[in-house]
Every structure is written in structure tokens, then in C-alpha cells.
């Protein structure tokens, strides 16, 4: 049977997964690339999962709320800033998860998730389709650590559009969300 761990920020984001063919574990990382990728870290050396799924909310430009990304492109926009010293800012998941056949005929938009410790409320250059704080770091250590990582994201707010509080408004739309897109649509791995 797979182990399966799933990450997420804060409460609000949690989704329970039930698949008949995999044991599911949880964990709460808190906001942050930093509590993100050290939470993590500490469960991936106690625990040894065959994937990580991290689920949870984003923001967008152009897209709209209720869409859900299914992300195996990271892009670290804090480390974007400083390209042109020629640091790695970029990221891609899917070949381990292509090595395992994971997640392989998932529905959803693929997308590419930015990430930075910021929560986006103006509208700025970016590259991607959505915005998180945490995704990028934990793909960053599952790469490290050679276990497959894929980032599931509901759309809750528009950024420029009053973000803090659409997000906060629709949380539980997103728990909704995220729970139909797992345990309906996508009932395995």
C-alpha cells in the first residue's frame, strides 16, 4: 500500500483524501517557505511517504476563483529577483513523478505555482499561473530527498481584487473544492 503524505498551510486548507489504495498522513507546515520546508524536512526523516501532496489555496491574475491548478512547475519569486547572479529560481517535479506514474491522468489545469513569503495583494510582474508561500520549498526539499512532489491549488482570490479578504471568505470553498477534486475526481493516485 502507498504512503501518501499530505502537506498543507493552515487549518482552513485541509481536505481529508479517502483512497481505498493508499494510507494517507497529514501535516500542517505553517505559512512560509521557511516553516514549510523545515516541517517537512523534520516529517520526511521520521517517515519515509512514496509521495507528497500539497494541497491548498493560491491567488491569481488570470485566472478566475474556483479554478483548481495541479502544479509540477515551482518558480521561487524571491530568488527570481536575483537572476541575473545566476541562482537557480526554477524547479520541475514531474519527471519523478512520470518515473513512478503518479498523478499521471489527474484533472485539473496544469499550471506553474510562483512562490514567496509575501502575500501578493498588488498586481506585479510574476511569472506563472498562480501564487502561493509554501509550494516551492517543499518541492525543493522533495527533489532533495528524490520523492516525488505534486502541488494541487484552489483559486481563492483575484490579486489586486482586496485578496487578503477574498481568501479569507473563501475557505471553506476551497476545503470544498479540494475535497471533490480529490475524493471524486481524481479517486487514486
Not at 493508499?22 to 520546508?37: F, H, P
Not at 530527498?145 to 490579486?159: A, G, H, L
Not at 476545503?175 to 477534486?181: K, V, W
Request: aromatic share 12%; net charge negative.
Amino acid at each position: 500500500m502507498k504512503k501518501i503524505l499530505v502537506t498543507y498551510a493552515v487549518q482552513g486548507e485541509f481536505s481529508e483524501i479517502k483512497w481505498e489504495d493508499a494510507q494517507v498522513y497529514y501535516i500542517r507546515t505553517g505559512i512560509g517557505k521557511v516553516k514549510s520546508a523545515y516541517y517537512l524536512t523534520e516529517v520526511l526523516s521520521q517517515f519515509q511517504p512514496d509521495l507528497v501532496i500539497n494541497m491548498g489555496t493560491a491567488g491569481t491574475v488570470n485566472h478566475k476563483v474556483g479554478d483548481i491548478f495541479v502544479c509540477q512547475k515551482f518558480i521561487d519569486r524571491d530568488m527570481h529577483k536575483l537572476e541575473g547572479l545566476g541562482l537557480d529560481f526554477e524547479l520541475a517535479t514531474s519527471e519523478l513523478l512520470e518515473e513512478k506514474g503518479y498523478c499521471q491522468n489527474w484533472k485539473g489545469l496544469k499550471g506553474v505555482c510562483n512562490t514567496g513569503d509575501s502575500f501578493m495583494t498588488e498586481v506585479s510582474d510574476f511569472e506563472g499561473d498562480v501564487v502561493d508561500m509554501e509550494a516551492y520549498a517543499q518541492a525543493f526539499v522533495c527533489n532533495a530527498k528524490k520523492i516525488p512532489f505534486i502541488s494541487v491549488k484552489y483559486v481563492t482570490d483575484i490579486i489586486g481584487q482586496n485578496s487578503v479578504k477574498h481568501w479569507e471568505d473563501k475557505l471553506v470553498d476551497a476545503r470544498n473544492g479540494l475535497s471533490h477534486f480529490f475524493n471524486v475526481l481524481n479517486e487514486s493516485i
